[in-house]
């Protein structure tokens, strides 16, 4: 009978190369003090080459998501009954699920199945505000939120908090753990529909359609402005906001829209702004190094560039009212490249994933 734990070392590294996520580290790490060992020596170096997998959904509700892998160009197939019949939506590793039959809230780690439960939808403050008229009911779970951003790991402290954008114009509320309800930040009287949300050197930053960046003020509970986009934004694009390599960033993604019998839209390119919040500076970055940014339904982040594109934006389709209204969308993905404004398909799987519930994201592992 063969020993395990007296196998050579060697060998134990040659396996290590073959594990792509970080619970296979963790278990292999778990079987005795020598593979132990070997997995806290590669662990450096694995995190490293971790890169974000595009999670896909079929069209029609199932217990089954595939993982698309830039790492390896391939799909894989997990088994995962929590997102069945419910939206989806990723931040730092996680998944905010919220379910069509009552509106249960929960955060989802996808490649443990560890679930926490979050407070119920109900809680939100003038929820029934932001219905839309004419809208399939079924589809309200959709709607319902639009961003999330985790500010930390669940799974490495209890002392986390999340921040959801809600309802039409993405109003800003947050809960705490063991929070039984979501509290509610205040906006300024006049209303802008908020893009996106970051947690930024232990802070909240929202951004809206006038390109304002609003500060969280958790002491308070209102939002304050810190910032604005020195021009005037155009209707046809969109914002995302996010930290990188140590800075604050503002993404603007040009949209071509035409609405006619039958709509078409796509995304014509992107510019990026680094944004020193102190006197309102902004600063048109040119060149990325070896960052990649990740755009889409999936809180907005950066990476090192391994096993992707540097100097490039990776995006999905978040075009919203062509998936509830219309059951279309999912075609405008790809990957843009910052050198030459030239934009090429993400993955030659294009096209794998039509959910009008769960548009593709980019899910972290961590």
Known sequence: MVDWSNLPTDILWEITKHLTLLEDLVAFGSVCSLWRFVAIMVKPEFLFKLTPWLMLAPEKPTDERSFYSISEDSIRYFILPEVNSRRCLSSKGWLLTVAEADLNMALLHP???????????????????????????????????SKFVLSSNPMCTPDYLVMVLYGYIGEVAYCKHGDKSWTKIKSPPIKYPNYDITYYKGLYYVINWLGQIMQCDLTTNVLVEVAQIPHEQPSSSTLYMMESAGALIVVKRMIYYEDSEEVTYGTTGFKVFQVELRNNKWSEMKDLGNRTLFVGYNSSFSAESCYCKSNCIYFTDDCLEQYICKGEGGQDIGIYNMLDGSIEPCFHFQGSSYSRVNPPMWVQQI
Request: glycine letters at 6%; proline letters at 6%.
């Open 111 to 145: 490649f443990s199945r560890f679930e926490i439960e979050l407070p119920h939808a109900k809680t939100f403050e003038y929820l029934h505000h932001f219905h839309r008229g004419g809208l399939d009911p079924t589809l309200f779970h959709v709607q319902l939120i």
